[in-house]
């Protein structure tokens, strides 16, 4: 089945620096890859998602970029505040499995003042 | 629109017992995807209704059932609980099975199992 690696455990940024998140997957089948964050005591929140036939895709301090060859996918959080702290999961999704959502392990980002 | 709603929020369980847990989608949706979330396992599916008929189904013992009425609400039923089966049960729910169809979490119902 689908394997999906997710890189750093931990982050620590300063309040206005960017964050980068990143996610490598194995089966060449997914299409699909959406990225929660999930506050404490929350359900995760999906913020972006992007599709096998993107490359890139952009709402406004979040970017989420794609790489199919290397099977490799990140998120971008430009001009980081106090509020983006929280737990980061990316997902991916493989044809056929139904919706079937695979995440990775998560990185907790702390964005300091 | 109502989000997706958990009852009940938390639980305390002895091991042996059993347990259920209720998910409510959003309005209009009409899949509902159980997920358990540990510390040491993270994010896990455990299975996925469509229509009132399980689609698809994740790793774990078939102490683990669910179902869904005709309404779109869902329950999962935990069977002869273990220590280990505590966790935060997570619920989503989408309007169809497609691939980009947007899940939406509840804010989970957390089983501690002593």
């Known amino acids: 089945g689908e394997n999906v690696e997710q890189h750093p455990s931990t982050l620590s940024v300063q309040e206005g620096d960017s964050a980068v998140i990143k996610c490598t997957y194995s089966d060449s089948a997914s299409n699909y890859f959406p990225w929660y964050k999930q506050e404490l005591g929350k359900g995760p929140q999906l913020i972006i998602d992007?599709?096998?036939?993107?490359g890139e895709k952009k709402d406004q301090r979040i970017a989420v970029t794609l790489n199919k060859t290397a099977k490799h996918f990140s998120l971008h959080i430009t001009e980081t505040q106090p509020e983006d702290s929280a737990v980061y999961f990316c997902?991916?999704?493989?044809?056929?499995?139904?919706?079937?959502?695979?995440f990775g392990t998560g990185t907790q980002l702390k964005v300091e003042l | 629109k109502a989000g997706v709603t958990q009852t009940p929020r938390y639980l305390i369980k002895t091991r042996g017992q059993q347990v259920t847990l209720s998910c409510s989608p959003i309005?209009?949706?009409?899949?509902v995807s159980w997920y358990q979330q540990t510390p040491g396992q993270g994010l896990q599916f455990l299975f996925e209704?469509?229509?009132?008929?399980?689609?698809n189904k994740g790793n774990f013992p078939g102490r683990f059932s669910g179902r869904q009425f005709s309404n779109s609400r869902s329950e999962m039923n935990v069977s002869t609980l273990e220590l280990g089966d505590s966790a935060l049960y997570l619920c989503a729910s989408s309007l169809g099975t497609a691939v980009t169809d947007t899940q939406y979490f509840g804010p989970g119902t957390r089983l501690t199992v002593l």
């Open positions: 997902a991916a999704v493989v044809t056929g499995g139904g919706n079937k959502l695979t």
């Open positions: 209704y469509f229509s009132e008929t399980q689609r």
């Open positions: 309005s209009g949706h009409r899949s």
């Open positions: 992007i599709r096998s036939n993107v």
